[in-house]
């Protein structure tokens, strides 16, 4: 029965990058954290960014490995390698991947699983299983790439791919409710067992490829699905923007105070619409770009290995489309919120005009009512000096005043408000 020399783990951890020391923090206390699980530990001298670590598990078996990190434009790659130091039979490489996973001390916060730095920024991860095969060029067989994939992945795989490399079988396993659709951010492994220790030294100088490939491909997924929950933000904004004739009636019919509160509401809302569909761009620019680097990536370091391709394609011919096609669609609804926050402002300085023209005109019938009620009281006065034992509310000058300057106030009304406007007419 076919062994596997030298099992490794690597697994590739990616999330965006940011101003905290969450990431600073681990790394400084990670040489501390091994020390106490028991390993030894010893910065890489050729690499700043990486901390080797080995322990003997039993008088003939020992693990070594190293943390590593870089950073790919605004996101942070965490890798975590982990060998074993023996054969092991196939029938066990579930039970010894295991074991190499729970070795791991991999950043946590908070109840976020190991790994994520954080909810929304992280892009997800890859594990890659190796080693080589002994005896030599045997190769394995696909039941034990699933077994090897459910050691890590216990539920097993929904989707996979296949292909060759230094010749051996490569197994490219994932789950998500599509084979490209809502791909799940932990499930993606790839299984590849070389057929001898030459082809594996080999492939071990791939291995900062293999990052840089993982950390476009992540990208991509992630910038996919922000794009998909841009598109279902922006659709119900969308809809709010569609206005028919009834509810044109509707803001006809309010009062002041009502919009300008749905004015506020609108201004908000195309504030927010503005925001998103410019990230839906970004979004679409981020899958663009990622989506070249991983092809120029491809064909420089892997020419001849066609099971990378069909991402790629799947990229070019769904994710970017559909992402166009997503921006092409929702950009109208931008100029149709615009039109609808000026309808509903226009409304609102209508109504305050109207306002302010009836507040003029009633502040111009009561001084007018005012002026001539004082000239009434004044011409009565002088002509008739009021009684001294008689308060002048009593009196015949004050009610004649009165009635003076509520007529002429009746008349002012009915000259501004009946007959001008019928003469501008």
């Known amino acids: 029965m076919s062994k596997i020399e030298y099992p490794t783990l690597d697994l590739f951890t990616y999330n965006l990058a940011d101003d905290s020391s969450k990431t600073q ?67 066990d490489i579930e039970h010894t991947l295991t074991q190499i ?18 909810e929304n920024d992280y892009l997800g991860q890859t594990c890659m299983i190796s080693g080589w095969t002994i005896p030599a060029n045997n ?12 050691a890590l992945i216990p539920q097993g795989h929904q989707h996979q791919n296949f292909g060759e490399l230094l010749g051996a079988t490569v197994y490219e396993m994932w789950r998500g409710e599509g084979r490209w659709d809502k791909i799940e951010k932990d499930s993606h492994v790839i299984v590849v067992f070389y057929p001898d220790e030459d082809k594996f030294k080999q492939a071990s100088k791939y291995y900062n490829t293999w990052r840089y490939l993982f950390y476009c491909r992540h990208k991509i997924l992630w910038a996919y699905e922000q794009g998909r929950e841009l598109k279902l933000r922006l659709s119900k904004k969308y809809e709010h923007g569609l206005i028919d004739q009834k509810s044109l009636e509707s803001l006809s019919n309010k009062g002041l105070q009502e919009l300008k509160s749905e004015l506020q509401k609108n201004i908000n809302t195309l504030f927010n619409y503005v925001q998103d569909i410019n990230l839906l761009q970004t979004q679409q620019h981020t ?49 149709i919120l615009e039109n609808l926050t ?17 507040l003029n005109t009633t502040i111009a019938i009561v001084g007018v009512g005012l002026a001539t009620s004082q000239i009434a009281s004044s011409v009565i006065i002088a002509q008739q000096t009021p009684p001294k034992d008689i308060p002048f509310y009593q009196t015949q000058a004050f009610w004649y005043s009165i009635g003076a300057g509520a007529i002429a106030s009746l008349v002012f009304w009915i000259i501004l408000t009946k007959i001008l406007p019928r003469l501008r007419r």
């Open 139 to 150: 190769p394995i067989l696909e039941a034990n790439a699933h077994q090897a994939y459910k």
């Open 342 to 358: 000026a309808t509903i402002r226009g409304m609102v300085e209508i109504e305050e005009a109207q306002r302010d023209r009836n």
């Open 25 to 91: 923090d681990y790394w400084s206390k990670l040489a501390e954290q091994l020390k106490q699980k028991g390993f030894s530990t010893k910065p890489d001298d050729e690499d700043p960014q990486r901390l080797n670590f080995w322990n003997k598990i039993s008088t003939t078996n020992a693990v070594d490995g190293s943390y590593s990190q870089a950073n790919f434009d605004d996101t942070n790659c965490l890798r975590y390698s982990c060998s074993v130091e023996q054969q092991v039979e196939l029938s």
């Open 101 to 118: 996973k729970d070795l791991d001390v991999l950043p946590k916060i908070g109840n976020l699983a190991p790994g994520k730095l954080s």
């Open 287 to 335: 899958v663009e770009v990622n989506e070249r680097n991983y092809e120029k990536q491809c064909q420089k370091i892997f020419p001849t290995d066609k099971f990378l391709e069909e991402f790629s394609q799947i990229v070019k011919d769904k994710y970017q489309v559909q992402l166009e096609k997503d921006y092409l669609g929702l950009n109208p609804g931008l100029a």
